[in-house]
């Protein structure tokens, strides 16, 4: 079975610092890994994936993730949040092979003047 | 090119009718993938078809139906609506069957009363 737990419902940052954003996963088998954004009435936007090539996946918006098999992890990274970063952002997992898709439950990224 | 496109915008039904959902997908991409998205939540898994077959099933009653055209557009049908329904239904499509990277719509607000 796959499962995908993002770690904080929430994420207070200042303009300027770094964000860190928090996923793991379960899965039984290879797994493809995404990161979506959704702005306030705005449809879901893919910021980046993991499809098993390299471990650091960049993606848009200066944001990476990291791959990382021993921790079950692919935390989402930003070295300077922009106050246009606010929004709900989604750690994605699919099975590769399979057609399920799972998404976390999300975090809401608050960025403060 | 025209991204994912979903009718109609907003919808409000009374508990009991039936209600169909439209999507195309991007010109080219054979798969559509149905999610519903209730507040505060993230997406749920509801279908994948490709090439007019289902190819997936999340975990939803059977009042839940799908169909994809010979054009890739795709219907989700919903009957016997109950007030749980109320949630946002999008739809995304992808290249191919093995293309795990998704591109969203924007959604259909669907309200039960």
Request: include cysteine; aromatic fraction near 12%.
């Given at each position: 079975?796959?499962?995908?737990?993002?770690?904080?419902?929430?994420?207070?940052?200042?303009?300027?610092?770094?964000?860190?954003?928090?996923?793991?996963?379960?899965?039984?088998?290879?797994?493809?890994?995404?990161?979506?954004?959704?702005h306030?009435?705005?449809?879901?936007?893919?910021?980046?994936?993991?499809?098993?090539?390299a471990?650091?996946?960049?993606?848009?918006?200066?944001?990476?993730?990291?791959?990382?098999?021993?921790?079950?992890s692919f935390?989402?990274?930003?070295?300077?949040?922009?106050?246009?970063?606010?929004?709900?952002?989604?750690?994605?997992?699919?099975?590769?092979?399979?057609?399920?898709?799972?998404?976390?439950?999300?975090?809401?990224?608050?960025?403060?003047? | 090119?025209?991204?994912?496109?979903?009718?109609?915008?907003?919808?409000?039904?009374?508990?009991?009718?039936?209600?169909t959902?439209?999507?195309?997908?991007?010109?080219?991409?054979?798969?559509?993938?149905?999610?519903?998205?209730?507040?505060?939540?993230?997406?749920?898994?509801?279908?994948?078809?490709?090439?007019?077959?289902?190819?997936?099933?999340?975990?939803?009653?059977?009042?839940f139906s799908?169909?994809?055209?010979?054009?890739?557009?795709?219907?989700?049908?919903?009957?016997?609506?109950?007030?749980g329904?109320?949630?946002?239904?999008l739809?995304?499509?992808?290249?191919?069957l093995?293309s795990y990277?998704?591109?969203?719509?924007?959604?259909t607000?669907?309200?039960?009363?």
């Amino acid at each position: 079975a796959q499962s995908v737990t993002q770690l904080d419902s929430h994420v207070s940052v200042s303009e300027g610092t770094p964000v860190l954003l928090r996923c793991n996963y379960s899965s039984s088998y290879s797994p493809s890994l995404f990161w979506y954004v959704q702005h306030p009435n705005k449809g879901l936007q893919l910021l980046l994936k993991y499809t098993s090539a390299a471990t650091l996946v960049k993606g848009i918006n200066g944001f990476e993730a990291e791959f990382k098999k021993s921790e079950t992890s692919f935390h989402l990274t930003k070295p300077s949040a922009h106050m246009s970063d606010a929004a709900e952002y989604f750690c994605v997992v699919i099975n590769t092979g399979g057609f399920k898709t799972i998404f976390g439950a999300g975090t809401r990224l608050f960025v403060k003047a | 090119d025209a991204g994912v496109t979903q009718s109609p915008t907003h919808l409000i039904k009374t508990r009991g009718q039936h209600v169909t959902l439209r999507c195309s997908p991007i010109s080219g991409h054979k798969s559509v993938s149905w999610y519903q998205q209730v507040l505060g939540q993230g997406p749920q898994f509801i279908f994948q078809y490709y090439e007019k077959e289902e190819r997936g099933r999340g975990n939803f009653p059977d009042r839940f139906s799908a169909r994809q055209f010979p054009n890739y557009s795709s219907e989700l049908n919903v009957n016997a609506l109950l007030l749980g329904d109320s949630a946002l239904y999008l739809c995304a499509s992808s290249s191919g069957l093995t293309s795990y990277e998704q591109y969203f719509g924007p959604g259909t607000r669907l309200t039960v009363t």
